[in-house]
T-cell receptor, first 112, second 119 residues
Framework: DADVTQTPRNRITKTGKRIMLECSQTKGHDRMYWYRQDPGLGLRLIYYSFDVKDINKGEISDGYSVSRQAQAKFSLSLESAIPNQTALYFC???????????FGPGTRLTVL | AQKVTQAQTEISVVEKEDVTLDCVYETRDTTYYLFWYKQPPSGELVFLIRRNSFDEQNEISGRYSWNFQKSTSSFNFTITASQVVDSAVYFCALSEARGSGGGADGLTFGKGTHLIIQP
């Protein structure tokens, strides 16, 4: 089984809808991250969490919120989706500050 | 704030040629780590290497090699005798300490270089 899983893998939704993307990990890591990837822009950090009580905004947090339900689960929400949030979203985990980050398979989100 | 520049948007070479992917970074921190990730057409992100700011030794892993030069703030990646399976988007990334230099934690990625290896 994959160490970092994301659900759903693909989602098409309409403008204004609330969407939740979920991430689960079995690696036992404290640190979890959400990134979005847009063509030609690389990956950009949305939110990150060092433990269930520590949530931090990344470079592009506007329009997003997160919840760290447990060490193993980190969810990303779009309260009111808009078309420019159409992107590939990745969850990642790491064991300590400078460690390699392990990425999930990604969620492709399309907002119509 | 930190920044990673991959000036080469796309590179196309014929199989068996050597190819170098450039990465230039900016950071105000003295302690930082540099990474390379590969994203094949299937979309997943594959970790290739991590290098800390205090270790400027070049590294070789099979056909892959990395050249880290602090004097030019560069961390370049060379594939020797390229193969079609090397076709992918390659990302260089930087990680520095939380709050240092005004940057956030997590990785700062370059925009990626799309490498095409033609048979």
């Amino acid at each position: 089984d994959a160490d970092v899983t994301q659900t759903p893998r693909n989602r098409i939704t309409k403008t204004g809808k609330r969407i939740m993307l979920e991430c689960s990990q079995t690696k036992g890591h404290d640190r979890m991250y959400w990134y979005r990837q847009d063509p030609g822009l690389g990956l950009r950090l949305i939110y990150y969490s060092f433990d269930v009580k520590d949530i931090n905004k990344g470079e592009i947090s506007d329009g997003y919120s997160v919840s760290r339900q447990a060490q193993a689960k980190f969810s990303l929400s779009l309260e009111s989706a808009i078309p420019n949030q159409t992107a590939l979203y990745f969850c990642a985990t790491s064991d300590y500050l400078y460690d390699e980050q392990f990425f999930g398979p990604g969620t492709r989100l399309t907002v119509l | 704030a930190q920044k990673v520049t991959q000036a080469q948007t796309e590179i196309s070479v014929v199989e068996k040629e050597d190819v170098t992917l450039d990465c230039v970074y900016e950071t105000r921190d003295t302690t930082y780590y540099l990474f390379w990730y590969k994203q094949p057409p299937s979309g997943e992100l594959v970790f290739l290497i991590r290098r800390n700011s205090f270790d400027e030794q070049n590294e070789i892993s099979g056909r892959y090699s990395w050249n880290f030069q602090k004097s030019t703030s560069s961390f370049n990646f060379t594939i020797t005798a390229s193969q079609v399976v090397d076709s992918a988007v390659y990302f260089c990334a930087l990680s520095e300490a939380r709050g240092s230099g005004g940057g956030a934690d997590g990785l700062t990625f370059g925009k990626g270089t799309h490498l095409i290896i033609q048979p």
